[in-house]
């Protein structure tokens, strides 16, 4: 006899009565409860944009999907994935841990993905047809002046609102700032054109050499029921010193360089000023031939330019000269002597948060160069471009003023906003269709509030989602913070960057310098994303249910008779998308 | 095929060739070597296996109780300090009649801290219900845990194979490694007794009155006692297959003895050495290899030690206010023999030091000097 063939047997405990007697739901005084939270990029997305939930997506391969959710907010993804200066990175909880998602170059590769494959505008309702044709019944048209990127994006989101809208631009092109004063090597033209041809195709009018004067405000009257003012920097600000006529206009300088036939230049050449523009014409002169010498009354540290912008200028070879403020210009010698008042730093300004410079003595030193560029910033083409500053009755809000005196208009774009960057001018476009949505439904005295309500984690940025009622609403404003997220669920990671064209390359012409991310290098880098705040269908709630109290029925539910509150499934919440809160007794 | 392989790796061999499907471990010396193979097996997919990274022995353990619930087959390997954390765990995967098999590499306890070899870390876990089995070189250690898994699975109790710290755990030896379809042949595809099944939901380990508790304890030692019959017949099997076999002790030039040295472990091969030397002499002196230590094999005790005229018994652990563990289960095997041999009780080679041929050589002498024993345990520091 064997052990096989008469099994001896085994005595254990077991019980066929179901668990589910057990009510461990009596035991509770905490419950958790799926509640999304706000991410800090996309508060600090001047756009709005939802990031988190965008790299969820991309980071899935759903290009389409998170395509449609920059959409969303904001008409231009390829533009921005180019020229935004991406606070959004700034803020990423990411860089506790090793640094930040590359949101931008993400943004760019999402928004050129959509560019090769032609992906449709998503709808604006979501396919709900009716809801367009009962708001488009309003029948309300708007007159916007100004096709660079707060009038074109006023243009794109109040289309989408059911609102006819009419574009008005000085120049021979539309893009404003986008076409202009932005070079090539930023941000190539068919980028431009195709982005600004989906805002076309959905039916908007732009007609260019068409500024907006006083005789066309008064006709405009007749036609429209309100005006968006995004005119933007129309001239530069004078030098205001003797000689400030050898100065060339910065902006008009990249404006002709933008042209089909772009100038010859060569020899020396001071650029004056700290700001894009100043690094936009040095960088631009690199290309055509010049040394360029930028000249800035305060330090590096002080420029407004984006920081990521002057060190590629450095890298080409510019030279920066600070705490030089130049006095005089003087034609000599088939050139300019420029005298320069040395300056030395005297401490903080508090309001703007940059240093203060005074002279340093009298020290002066006289620089010759072939030619002077001044690009210390803009001013608009006529004063009142901007909101009346005098009147109680303008609405100032982030990115935008209303007022209501003749004709309703929002002044937007570069003109009212803090930060001057296509971003803001976006901002300004969204806040612009709120404001008039909510004023043509519901009165002026409504704006506020629902501006207000669609703030993205209580900041100035806003969402068109939440303002339409979407699932975003839902979220909770409170931005996740590094200490919130679940570190043991993510790992060190390098960060993915874009081929740079070399220098040589760069310098000898106007292709682009920064190349599109690798799809797999995209699709890493989107993983990276802590997707902080919200819910991207882990499972670890339901897996590490003790209870198993956490079952399907299309989301996620909680059996309240079972949960028993003991908090795993928050703890093992990778990303913050849960919560715990006492009960009520 | 012969290869030159660690002891701590034909654990890991054996494992893999044994087609375990979970596994969960956490790294102490002089264990670590088994489960850091066995992790490189499963990530390089040279076995289709689980391994889950925990953060403490007690969870290994929790965490194999859990998958073989599931009807799986389970390893673990521990070492001192971790298999006292483990002990709670010990009597529940017993009691729970899991057949998990684990790896025990003795080692003693701090303090003072000390991760040399030593065997009162697993005869401390003598009343847990486990199975132990101690190897004396690398090729038993294969076979041994090989086997360990046909015993455990017939008889549904957990074993440890027990090999000695450093001497054979980190000792690269000669190992006779088989192909798979040779292991196949001897270890079948593990068809679970107890495990878990959706299709019929049950909560095992429940709460057990006293009106059926006792009969639950009964039952374990019933499935201890099956054991010896169920290992002569799995190395029956066994030696079908590979032409070697073990038994639960093993005697040496028993048969005439006057003292007979009763050892375990890797000290065994020194005193084959040492008994082959003696003999030579014309000492009638003979040995006894302890392989099996729980169950104990009582009977087969009585039958190689009950003629003798002295028996030593040397202990590499020691239990404080008694004696050496193994002494203490030879005099209680032997106690109700009518004219049994007394039994010498010799503690040496604690904490790693060696144990060498002159060690055993004056254990008997002084036996075979010796009228009756005189204290439970004599310490031998040293060999002189």
Aim: charged share 25%.
């Amino acid at each position: 006899m064997t052990t096989e063939e008469k099994p001896f047997p085994v005595h254990i405990s077991r019980s066929n009565i179901s668990t589910e007697k057990n009510r461990t739901g009596t035991w509770r005084f905490v419950r958790p409860g799926y509640h999304e939270k706000t991410a800090p990029c996309s508060r600090a997305c001047p756009a709005g944009e939802d990031i988190a939930r965008i790299e969820m997506l991309a980071g899935r391969g759903m290009y389409p999907a998170a395509w449609e959710t920059i959409m969303r907010e904001n008409p231009f993804p390829a533009i921005c994935g180019r020229v935004c200066f991406h606070p959004c990175e700034g803020v990423c909880n990411r860089a506790e841990m090793d640094t930040p998602v590359a949101i931008h170059h993400l943004e760019r590769f999402i928004g050129d993905t959509a560019l090769r494959e032609g992906y449709p505008v998503p709808h604006p309702f979501y396919g709900d047809e009716a809801e367009l044709a009962r708001r488009s019944a309003i029948n309300k048209r708007i007159a916007i002046a100004g096709a660079g990127p707060a009038g074109l994006s006023a243009a794109y989101f109040l289309t989408r609102l059911g609102f006819a809208c009419e574009v008005f631009e000085a120049d021979t092109e539309p893009g404003g700032v986008l076409r202009w004063g932005i070079p090539w090597y930023r941000l190539p033209e068919d980028v431009l054109k195709i982005e600004i041809s989906r805002i076309i195709d959905m039916g908007v009018r732009i007609h260019c050499k068409q500024p907006v004067t006083r005789e066309f405000l008064k006709e405009a009257r007749k036609e429209f029921d309100a005006v968006f003012m995004g005119c933007g920097h129309g001239r530069s600000v004078s030098l205001r010193i003797p000689g400030e006529e050898y100065a060339a206009d910065g902006l008009l300088f990249l404006h002709t360089a933008r042209d089909s036939r772009p100038p010859r230049a060569q020899g020396t050449a001071a650029v004056i000023g700290g700001g894009n523009t100043a690094i936009d014409v040095s960088r631009t002169l690199v290309r055509l031939g010049a040394e360029p010498m930028i000249l800035y009354r305060r330090r590096r540290e002080d420029m407004p330019a984006f920081d990521h912008e002057i060190e590629m200028a450095l890298e080409e070879g510019i030279a920066l000269k600070e705490l030089a403020a130049p006095v005089r210009i003087e034609a000599a010698d088939g050139g300019y002597d420029i005298t320069v008042q040395r300056m030395k730093f005297a401490g903080m300004e508090t309001e703007t948060g940059r240093g203060r410079m005074v002279p340093d003595g009298d020290r002066t030193e006289v620089i010759h160069v072939d030619q002077v560029f001044s690009a210390i910033g803009g001013e608009p083409g006529e004063n009142w471009y901007t909101p009346p500053q005098e009147s109680d009755r303008v609405l100032h809000l982030n990115h935008c003023a209303f007022t209501e005196a003749d004709l309703p208009t929002v002044y937007g774009g570069d003109l009212t906003n803090p930060v001057k960057s296509a971003a803001d001018a976006i901002a300004s476009g969204k806040e612009a269709a709120v404001v008039l949505d909510t004023f043509f439904r519901e009165g002026r005295g409504a704006i506020l509030e629902r501006v207000n309500a669609c703030r993205i984690g209580s900041g100035p940025s806003l969402s068109m989602e939440i303002y339409l009622g979407g699932e975003r609403r839902k979220r909770d404003v409170h931005i996740v913070g590094y200490d919130e997220i679940n570190t043991d669920y993510f790992f060190p990671a390098e960060r993915s960057a874009p081929s740079v064209l070399p220098m040589t390359k760069r310098v000898e012409g106007f292709s682009e310098v920064e190349g599109d991310l690798p799809p797999d290098a995209a699709t890493a880098e989107a993983q990276r994303c802590f997707n902080c705040g919200i819910c991207n269908e882990c499972d670890n709630c339901r897996l590490y249910c003790p209870e198993v109290a956490i079952y399907m029925d299309g989301t996620r539910c909680i059996n309240l008779d079972y949960c028993k509150g003991c908090g795993i499934c928050v703890e093992e919440c990778p990303r913050s998308a849960m919560s715990l809160e006492e009960e009520k007794i | 095929m012969k290869a030159v392989i660690e002891g701590s790796h034909a654990v890991s061999e054996a494992v893999r060739m044994a087609r375990v499907q979970v596994m969960s471990a956490y790294p102490i010396t002089p264990q670590t070597h088994i489960v850091e193979a066995l992790s490189e097996y499963v990530s390089e997919g040279r076995m289709d296996a689980k391994f889950i990274c925990v953060e403490s022995e007690h969870s290994a353990m929790a965490a194999v109780i859990g998958a073989a619930s599931g009807g799986v087959r389970t390893f673990t390997a521990s070492s001192s300090h971790g298999l006292a954390l483990m002990h709670e765990l010990l009597h529940w995967s017993a009691a729970a009649r899991l057949p998990i098999v684990m790896a025990e590499v003795n080692r003693a306890l701090g303090p003072g801290w000390n991760i040399w070899m030593d065997q009162t870390d697993s005869l401390a876990q003598r009343d847990t219900g486990w199975i132990q089995l101690y190897c004396e070189d690398g090729q038993e250690v294969f076979d041994t845990t090989l086997q360990a898994y046909r015993l455990a699975e017939m008889v549904n109790l957990p074993v440890m194979v027990v090999l000695d710290a450093f001497f054979l755990s980190h000792t690269y030896e000669p190992v006779d490694l088989p192909d798979q379809e040779t292991v196949d042949r001897f270890l079948p595809e593990f068809v679970p007794k107890i495990h878990l099944d959706a299709a019929d939901p049950c909560a095992m380990s429940q709460m057990a009155p006293p009106g059926v508790y006792m009969e639950m304890r009964h039952n374990i030692q019933q499935g201890m006692e099956q054991v010896p019959r169920a290992f002569a017949e799995l190395e029956d099997s066994f030696e079908t297959v590979f032409n070697r076999r073990y038994g639960m002790l093993e005697p040496v030039r028993c048969e005439d003895a006057d003292v007979i040295l009763v050892v375990t472990g890797t000290a065994a091969s020194t005193c084959r050495q040492v008994v082959a030397d003696l003999r030579a002499a014309g000492e009638k002196v003979g040995m006894v290899k302890l392989k099996m230590f729980r169950p104990f094999p009582l009977q087969a005790v009585r039958d190689v030690l009950g003629g003798a005229r002295k028996v030593a018994v040397l202990d590499r652990n020691f239990s404080f206010g008694a004696s050496g563990i193994f002494a203490q289960e030879i005099r209680a095997a032997l106690c109700n023999q009518p004219g049994h041999p007394p039994v010498f009780g010799y503690i040496a080679g604690l904490g790693g030091r060696d144990i060498t041929p002159a060690t055993l050589e004056k254990i008997y002498r002084m036996t075979r000097e010796a009228g009756a024993p005189e204290q439970e345990s004599v310490w031998i520091f040293n060999d002189q």
